[in-house]
């Protein structure tokens, strides 16, 4: 379960895609997930196989709270239990219990741990700046052909800017590409923080996270301006990652405005969409496996972080079929 993506918080859906009557199929690192609202309308996720006889339970209904299988109508709440099995009133349901994944609802987007059996030793690490009030979180999703690996690499890309990006925020780097450039980065408990110099001199306020293990947030604030472009890579195949892009901004508050910000952050990744889906292997190799130079510290910490931490991972010991 949860192969190369193991005991790791993500975001997985936008708050807004979790309704009250259908529930939602996703996949995470090719584990089926199902998503619903309980009674109490918190966000839940269950693993999406039935245990009577496999079948996916997105295919079903949201009653009351439970998720209802489409085959024979048992029925799941957010924690898995069963608490209806029909035309068998003698049933024990405390035996007949579905998979239940931590989840939690935050600044709009809901979170998974990607392990069902042993329960996470910390919260997920979010922006203490999205739940202030006053700021404003809005959000879409596009696919990616690609392994989430690529897509989060090209998120910590600095380099790439002025040529992927040269009309949109890469314009004002256009004629700087014979300089030199440096990437200062700093560890930190949630990931890796980083800016960049040009020929010695800090260039500009923006500055490029790593939010570990698939988020990167992007501060463009400026002017006492609060304004971050935040993209989660969340798996979902071997060669298709869901990137979900938010935008957390403290002017141009009003819902009203999301599709302007929408629209800028998906004409921004869409620039990326086909260059990344054509890097070869889809999943990325070893750091000595391709030519690399300085400027591509960040994409090789989050390499070697990868295959120390993550490449290899699964949770559970036994693989739960996928296909169908
Ligand atoms: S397969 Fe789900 S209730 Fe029978
Ligand atoms: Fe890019």
């Known amino acids: ?42 966000a839940s996720a269950l ?10 339970l997105s295919l079903g209904l949201v009653k009351d709270g439970c998720v209802e299988c489409p085959f024979h109508g048992w029925q799941f709440d957010g924690q898995g239990h069963a608490c209806l099995v029909p035309w068998n009133p003698d049933a024990k349901l405390s035996n007949l ?4 994944l931590p989840t939690r609802e935050i600044a709009g987007q809901v979170w998974v741990f990607t392990d069902p059996f042993e329960p996470p030793s910390e919260e997920p690490h979010v922006l203490e700046v999205l739940s202030r009030k006053g700021v404003r ?33 890469g314009r004002a780097m256009r004629d700087k590409s014979a300089s030199r450039m440096d990437i200062v980065s700093e560890e930190r408990p949630w990931g890796l923080h980083t800016h960049i110099q040009i020929d ?23 002017n006492g301006r609060l304004m971050i472009m935040m993209v989660a890579c969340v798996p979902v195949g071997p060669t298709r990652t869901r990137m ?15 599709w302007a910000f929408n629209w800028s952050n998906k004409k ?6 086909l260059v990344v889906e054509s890097s070869f292997p889809a999943e990325i190799p070893r750091a000595g496996d391709e030519k690399s130079v300085r400027t591509d510290a960040p994409t090789l910490h989050f390499r070697k972080r990868y295959f120390a931490e993550l490449h290899g991972s699964r949770a559970g010991k036994r693989s739960l079929p996928v296909a169908g």
């Open 1 to 42: 379960m949860f192969e190369g993506f193991a005991r790791v918080w993500t975001p997985v859906v936008l708050s807004e895609q979790l309704g009250t009557q259908k529930p939602l199929g996703t996949e995470i690192a090719g584990t089926p997930v199902v998503l619903f609202r309980d009674k109490q309308g918190r």
């Open 47 to 56: 693993v999406d196989r039935c245990p009577h006889r496999g079948v996916k």
């Open 97 to 100: 219990d579905a998979i239940a």
């Open 137 to 169: 979180v809005s959000g879409m999703f596009i696919e990616w052909e690609t392994h989430w690996t690529r897509a989060m690499e090209n998120m910590l890309d600095w380099p790439h800017l002025p040529f992927v990006h040269r009309s949109t925020i």
């Open 200 to 222: 010695g001199k800090k260039d500009g306020e923006a500055t490029l996270d790593l939010r570990w293990p698939n988020q990167m947030n992007l501060d463009l604030s400026n």
């Open 244 to 258: 979900l892009l938010t935008m957390a901004r403290d002017f141009m508050t009003s819902p009203m405005f999301d």
């Open 268 to 273: 921004i990744a869409s620039e990326d969409k």
